[in-house]
């Protein structure tokens, strides 16, 4: 092989690195990398060139290493170079070894320390979100909540922590056309835009907590007591401010007489600032006072009463609810004052009671009770009736004060009876 076969290969060479330089496409930059592996070749196999071949060869050289920034820019080796497989040696095959710092690249370690300020960020929601749904049991919805981020998460992570990854979003930033001084910031902006829809998914947990308690609501109507149970819970686990769900758990635990544990989650409703609060904070306060008048904790109850009388304008949620809210804690108020001997004050708030609502029998029943340690004997066969007619046995509560109203009114009649045969 001659000097003539070097001098072609190098006009060849320079030919197709002044096309590349004119028009940077893929094409005419397959040309240059080829005609230098045909260079490189008949160097191989022939003596040492002239100095003059020399000169032009190192000129031709550095002004390709030149382009090394350009053709990263412009152009994806990667799948190319995966076929071809060309030799480490092979220099011109991987320009990335050749880029030089552009003036924005100084500014790269701020770039690259929001990236891992971003990814902490990341990792600590989604870990804070992965825990809630754990903790409240899984389900499908759960399951599919948790997939979600997650995936997102582990394909970025991928394009940003691996050297797979770094090479397939190389290859991403050059389709679109993302020059590499710019690529940090790119990264970042991307890592930051995953940590907007994790923070905008954490940020949504309570508005899926709701819907799990409404869900919760639904199935204990319907009758399906476990799925209710576990509905509230999940909706506890991701939002242990709604009040809603810890009352609803409580009353579902009060009525499965689990006495317990429906204290402890209405303790926690009642906890809440009544003012910021919704309604299901007085109905907890309501709910709790009865258990600890069960409990003969009346003082206890009391506190617990006023309050809720107190805060009824900010908790309820319309004119029925207030009506019905008052009727609870007046009657439960008249309840405790009863248990403790204040019966003036008891009179007072039965009498609210059962004038807000006249259908129902506890305040009746109640009123007979404080009517008869009074000796109001009229007043209490009176409210005795009411009760007897109004009550539901089906409630414990009801159903005890059922009881005592026939005794009391059969007792009243068997003195009536003795009376008239007398006379």
């Given at each position: 092989m001659g000097a003539?076969?070097?001098?072609?290969?190098?006009?060849?060479?320079?030919?197709?690195?002044?096309?590349?330089?004119?028009?940077?496409?893929?094409?005419?930059?397959?040309?240059?990398?080829?005609?230098?592996d045909r260079l490189c070749y008949e160097l191989k196999d022939s003596p040492p060139i002239s100095v003059g071949y020399q000169d032009q060869l190192s000129h031709l050289d550095h002004d390709l290493k030149q382009q090394a920034n350009l053709i990263c820019e412009t152009i994806d080796l990667k799948p190319i170079r995966d076929s071809l497989n060309p030799p480490v040696d092979s220099w011109w095959w991987f320009p990335e070894n050749f880029l030089k710092p552009h003036e924005q690249d100084q500014y790269d370690w701020v770039w690259r320390?929001?990236?891992?300020?971003?990814?902490?960020?990341?990792?600590?929601?989604l870990t804070d979100i992965t825990s809630k749904f754990v903790s409240g049991g899984l389900g499908f919805?759960?399951?599919?909540?948790?997939?979600?981020?997650?995936?997102?998460?582990?394909?970025?992570?991928?394009?940003d922590l691996t050297d797979v990854g770094q090479d397939s979003l190389r290859g991403l930033f050059t389709k679109l056309g993302i020059k590499s001084q710019w690529r940090e910031e790119a990264t970042t902006i991307s890592t930051w835009a995953l940590l907007l829809v994790i923070f905008g998914f954490w940020t949504s947990l309570p508005q899926i907590s709701k819907l799990y308690n409404y869900l919760g609501y639904r199935a204990e109507e319907s009758g399906d007591i476990s799925t209710a149970e576990q509905n509230f819970k999940r909706a506890i686990a991701l939002d242990e401010d709604n009040t809603d769900a810890h009352y609803n758990l409580g009353n579902l635990y009060e009525?499965?007489?689990?006495?317990?544990?429906?204290?402890?989650?209405?303790?926690?409703?009642?906890?809440?600032?009544?003012?910021?609060?919704?309604?299901?904070?007085?109905?907890?306060?309501?709910?709790?006072?009865r258990l600890l008048i069960l409990d003969e904790d009346y003082s206890n109850a009391v506190v617990l009463?006023?309050?809720?009388?107190?805060?009824?304008?900010?908790?309820?949620?319309?004119?029925?609810?207030?009506?019905?809210?008052?009727?609870?804690?007046?009657?439960?108020?008249?309840?405790?004052?009863?248990?403790?001997?204040?019966?003036?004050?008891?009179?007072?708030?039965?009498?609210?009671?059962?004038?807000?609502?006249?259908d129902k029998a506890p305040a009746y029943c109640l009123q007979a009770q404080n009517y008869q340690v009074e000796e109001r004997e009229e007043e209490a066969i009176a409210a005795w009736e009411?009760?007897?007619?109004?009550?539901?046995?089906?409630?414990?509560?009801?159903?005890?004060?059922?009881?005592?109203?026939?005794?009391?009114?059969?007792?009243?009649?068997?003195?009536t009876t003795e009376e008239s045969q007398t006379q």
């Open positions: 003539s076969n070097i001098g072609e290969a190098i006009y060849n060479y320079q030919h197709a690195l002044n096309l590349f330089s004119e028009q940077p496409d893929l094409q005419s930059l397959l040309e240059t990398l080829y005609s230098r320390s929001s990236t891992l300020v971003g990814w902490t960020v990341n990792l600590a929601l919805g759960g399951a599919g909540a948790i997939i979600f981020p997650s995936l997102l998460t582990l394909v970025k992570a991928r394009g009525d499965l007489r689990k006495t317990d544990a429906a204290k402890a989650q209405y303790e926690i409703a009642v906890k809440a600032d009544p003012k910021s609060a919704d309604s299901s904070v007085a109905f907890a306060q309501n709910n709790l006072a009463l006023r309050q809720g009388l107190d805060n009824l304008d900010q908790t309820a949620e319309n004119e029925e609810q207030q009506q019905s809210l008052q009727y609870s804690l007046s009657k439960n108020l008249g309840w405790a004052r009863y248990k403790q001997g204040l019966n003036n004050q008891a009179d007072n708030y039965l009498q609210i009671a059962s004038s807000l609502k006249p009411k009760c007897r007619d109004l009550a539901d046995p089906t409630q414990p509560d009801q159903d005890r004060w059922l009881v005592m109203a026939h005794k009391a009114l059969d007792g009243s009649a068997s003195n």
